[in-house]
């Protein structure tokens, strides 16, 4: 089931329903969520929700056993166990047909011929966000960060928790686990802000990314007949439209949460606006980024915090890393590794004080931080060229294309109406309400005022939206 369906559109109000008629009985309620949730993530596909049990079922017994023995070798061993189940199975699901088939493309180009085996198995739907969920709760654990679980229906409940489940926010359990724990009372002002952003979630998704995502489709699959001004707001617009349906997703997910009394955290933060490479991964797929930061970027760090060098290398395997982690392609290597680069010299200004004074100067003035912050989105938005294209070739040829060899052409009609359209008013009432926790948080503005737009925005959902297709980005992940 996924939330542009016409099944999401039944299942959302029938749970709100049952879930508010269990008021006060928190056990019961959350029995319902879990139930909710496995029909919610089984409707893809039921063979996976013994994925989904699995992950779950090992962590909460390990994480009942590992108190027991804190502070000796059993300990660690445990968390092995934990992350040797969680990434096998991301392993053998996501990456195994990938490195084999890449092994076999190695051998071959020096003449070795080797006969493989590949599983050619469909991606369970949000195995990286769950897992990733599962293990962090084992591992705070064995840091002595939190304390485990004894109620299994309230763990496996937060593992499965449906608005986040398939694209996140990836929550960690210190933060979402209480929430199951304690009575959750009913909050109108909460409820409606819900339905807020869950509105602002469709419309990003369904009228902005949909549609302007066409002619993203088009230029990418025609990019050697496309000229360089093409292929170059081309790159623009697809950075809005990736950025609008995950975005609206969260958006989607984070509402839904409210619904049902549960604060989930932000993902987004206008991120399109950010001042520097860092900045930019402060503001986006934040529950992603501060994963990676806390679990894998710290404990390396802190290994080599005395040498230059390794500091520039930890910073590499990170995104190298984080790219790894949206898909099992070369491209998403090399989107790991150009971030990787963007982000060095953000380690050697942390090391020069003349550059850190030079960089405060230049955001003295709006003018100047107009400038860097459009060059921050130039330079994440050709990033964008090896998330997006189907393989390494295509996105060294797209850049091949742009830079190298450029054809000049003025941009074609459908472009320019993509990104005058869409993406200039979408940016235009981003940054009018940057401010704010969604941006259709307009609870300043009169009441009529407030339904004018909020009407105006379900027509246009009406009107030029594909429902149902096509699916959100991220679910290939």
Avoid at 24 to 43: A, P, V
Avoid at 115 to 140: A, C, E, K, M, R
């Amino acid at each position: 089931m996924t939330f542009n369906s016409i099944e999401f559109v039944i299942f959302l109000p029938l749970m709100y329903c049952l879930y508010w008629l269990l008021r006060g009985k928190t056990r019961e309620q959350n029995i319902l969520l879990l139930i909710g949730s496995y029909i919610f993530y089984g409707w893809w596909d039921v063979r996976f929700l013994s994925l989904l049990f699995l992950s779950s079922l090992v962590d909460f017994l390990i994480g009942r056993a590992l108190p027991a023995h804190h502070d000796t070798p059993r300990a660690k061993y445990l968390l092995y166990l934990s992350l040797a189940v969680n990434l096998g199975i991301l392993g053998v699901f996501k990456y195994y047909d990938f490195f084999v088939l890449s092994f076999q493309e190695a051998f071959a180009s020096v003449g070795v011929h080797l006969n493989v085996h590949t599983l050619n198995v469909i991606l369970p739907l949000g195995i990286s966000f769950y897992t990733f969920q599962t293990l962090s709760y084992t591992i705070d654990i064995y840091r002595k960060h939190l304390q485990p679980t004894s109620d299994f229906v309230n763990f496996f409940a937060y593992v499965s928790f449906f608005p986040q489940l398939v694209a996140g926010p990836i929550e960690r359990a210190a933060s979402l686990l209480p929430q199951f724990e304690t009575e959750r009372k009913f909050d109108r002002d909460l409820s409606t802000d819900g339905l807020r952003q869950i509105l602002w979630g469709f419309f990003k998704k369904m009228v902005i990314a949909d549609n302007i995502g066409v002619q993203v489709d088009q230029i990418f699959a025609t990019y050697p007949d496309q000229s360089a001004p093409t292929l170059f707001l081309c790159v623009l617009i697809f950075i809005v439209q990736l950025y609008t349906d995950f975005s609206g997703y969260s958006d989607i997910a984070v509402g839904t949460g409210k619904l049902f009394g549960f604060r989930l955290m932000t993902n987004f933060r206008t991120p399109a606006f950010s001042r520097s490479i860092p900045d930019f991964w402060a503001r986006w797929h934040i529950s992603m980024t501060s994963w990676f930061r806390d679990y894998l970027y710290k404990p390396m760090a802190s290994r080599f915090k005395t040498s230059k060098a390794m500091s520039f290398v930890t910073i590499i395997v990170l995104f190298v890393v984080i790219g790894l982690w949206h898909g099992a392609n070369w491209t998403f290597v090399g989107y790991g590794l150009l971030n990787g680069l963007y982000f060095i010299p953000n380690v050697l200004k942390r090391q020069n004080m003349r550059v850190r004074n030079a960089l405060r100067k230049l955001y003295s003035t709006n003018f100047l931080i107009v400038v860097v912050c459009a060059l921050t989105f130039i330079l994440n938005a050709l990033t964008s060229v090896f998330f997006r294209s189907p393989d390494l070739q295509s996105s060294i040829g797209y850049m091949v294309n742009l830079f190298v060899h450029p054809t000049w052409a003025a941009p074609g009609a459908p472009v320019l109406k993509a990104w005058f359209l869409y993406v200039v008013p979408f940016l235009t009432f981003e940054w009018v309400q940057r401010d704010y926790e969604h941006q259709l948080d307009i609870r300043r503005y009169p009441r009529w005022l407030r339904f004018v737009f909020y009407y105006l925005l379900i027509l246009l959902m009406i009107l030029f939206a594909n429902f149902g297709k096509p699916p959100f980005i991220y679910f290939q992940f």
